[in-house]
């Protein structure tokens, strides 16, 4: 029992960094999560909640993002940087809350035998009806659907990736194990679990048979994977990466030396396995020094990045004909204390995201705006949406696009940047709309 109780603390504390690393930074969209109830086939039990950007394609892209144990699906929402990637990117993203208990308390399904049958129920065919209503409900693209968790959440992940490959077309696993690693219920949960015991070593046939056997004779494409985990992970040990990779490169036929390594940012070393054609088919992180407490910051942006997600989006609201000329800014101007900016910043060792929201206090409609601001000495803006941004340094200007040129009274606007720095990840201490200056919340 002492084993037990000390087992159930560090998985919480663990979890708390797995599921809720990320400090809330969610910026005030119209946009909001919200819960479905009645979404189809729910053999699993669990909850739906869904996330829907208010700018995005006529066909989005869904994501479908997947908590650690002991977690919930708002609680994945809260504490990832997935939703404001969607709100940047115009894609949308399920969070399911998983309800069954497994020793831990709210664990995806991965070790049951109906949960390893494709179609044979469970959480995986709860989690392909959500998917289902989502395409139905906002006329998602059935070719664009993408799978990605932390810890409990990852292994799932690899899961819905080895039974419905002819549904998700990428997947990122955050602490994962390989399909199929769990024998049974008995072996779930750690710490007496064959699986993750830190001794599990199975060959890249052994591994690559266990997913070939999950969707008997397909034989279509199967989806790129990417795969994150910590060196000082002991919870779900580090030594199960290479397991991951061994299983997935067999998937695909791909030798087990990568074709190529690289450090994207300090700390993080890639491996990449591509075929012979050079398209990347598995893509591995080995993050220095993290224990369980995946995804940081970044690792989300480059999860989505991997899934070829990162064009803006064509809002849904058309853009001024051509032919009309752009609205002007509005005369007079808003004076002093007629708009109020609040700033969400989130920085880690290099580099920084700064989400601005600017709301209009005044007495009439803002139509065309430009927010004037300084950035602390250092920091300099690589990408940034729902503005243009000019110069990247010192003094920046920040002005409207077509579709978010108007403010009414008592309306917001977000807007936020990408940025490197050299230490000082300070926000700008004011800011100036259309000539004058806004309180700072």
């Not at 829907?52 to 809260?78: E, L």
Request: charged share 10%; with cysteine; aromatic share 10%.
């Amino acid at each position: 029992m002492r084993i037990r109780r000390k087992l159930l603390l560090a998985l919480a504390v663990s979890l708390t960094a797995a599921g809720l690393v990320i400090p809330t930074f969610r910026p005030a969209y119209a946009a909001s999560l919200t819960e479905v109830t009645g979404f189809g086939d729910n053999p699993g039990g669990m909850r739906m909640h869904v996330y829907v950007p208010d700018s995005r394609p006529a066909r989005p892209a869904t994501v479908v993002a997947m908590h650690g144990c002991g977690g919930s699906g708002p609680g994945f929402y809260s504490g990832s940087e997935f939703a404001a990637l969607a709100d940047r990117y115009g894609f949308i993203v399920i969070y399911p809350t998983a309800t069954q208990q497994a020793g831990f308390g709210n664990c995806f399904d991965v070790w049951s035998d109906a949960a390893k049958r494709r179609g044979g129920g469970s959480d995986p065919v709860s989690i392909v009806s959500m998917v289902r209503y989502v395409q139905q409900r906002y006329a998602a693209d059935p070719d664009r659907v993408y799978a990605t968790g932390s810890s409990s959440g990852g292994m799932m992940t690899n899961h819905m990736l080895a039974l419905y490959p002819d549904l998700f077309k990428a997947g990122a696993a955050f602490m994962g194990v390989p399909y199929n690693c769990f024998a049974g219920a008995a072996d779930f949960p750690p710490p007496n679990s064959q699986c993750t015991g830190g001794n599990m070593n199975r060959t890249p046939q052994q591994w690559g048979d266990a997913v070939r056997q999950a969707y008997p004779g397909y034989s279509g494409p199967r989806p790129p994977v990417q795969l994150w985990h910590g060196t000082n992970d002991t919870l779900v040990p580090y030594s199960l990466l290479q397991e991951s990779i061994e299983q997935w490169t067999n998937v695909f036929g791909l030798g087990q030396t990568p074709t190529s390594t690289d450090t994207p940012q300090a700390g993080w070393n890639r491996r990449r396995y591509a075929d012979a054609g050079g398209t990347v088919r598995v893509e591995a992180y080995s993050i220095q020094g993290a224990g369980h407490s995946l995804p940081s910051a970044g690792m989300a942006a480059s999860a989505v990045q991997f899934f070829g997600l990162t064009t803006p989006p064509v809002p849904t609201t058309p853009p001024p004909s051509p032919t009309t000329p752009p609205p002007g800014p509005t005369t007079p101007p808003p004076g002093g204390g007629a708009c109020r900016v609040s700033v969400a910043t989130n920085a880690w060792n290099t580099g920084l995201t700064e989400n601005i929201t600017v709301t209009n206090t005044g007495t009439g409609v803002v139509n065309g705006w430009s927010l004037v601001f300084t950035l602390p000495a250092g920091q300099t803006i690589t990408s940034g949406w729902n503005a243009s941004y000019a110069p990247s340094a010192g003094q920046v200007t920040a002005r409207n696009v077509a579709y978010n040129a108007a403010i009414p009274v008592n309306g917001s606007i977000t807007i936020g940047f990408q940025a490197t720095h050299t230490g000082d990840t300070a926000r700008p201490n004011s800011f100036a709309l259309n000539g004058a200056p806004c309180t700072i919340a």
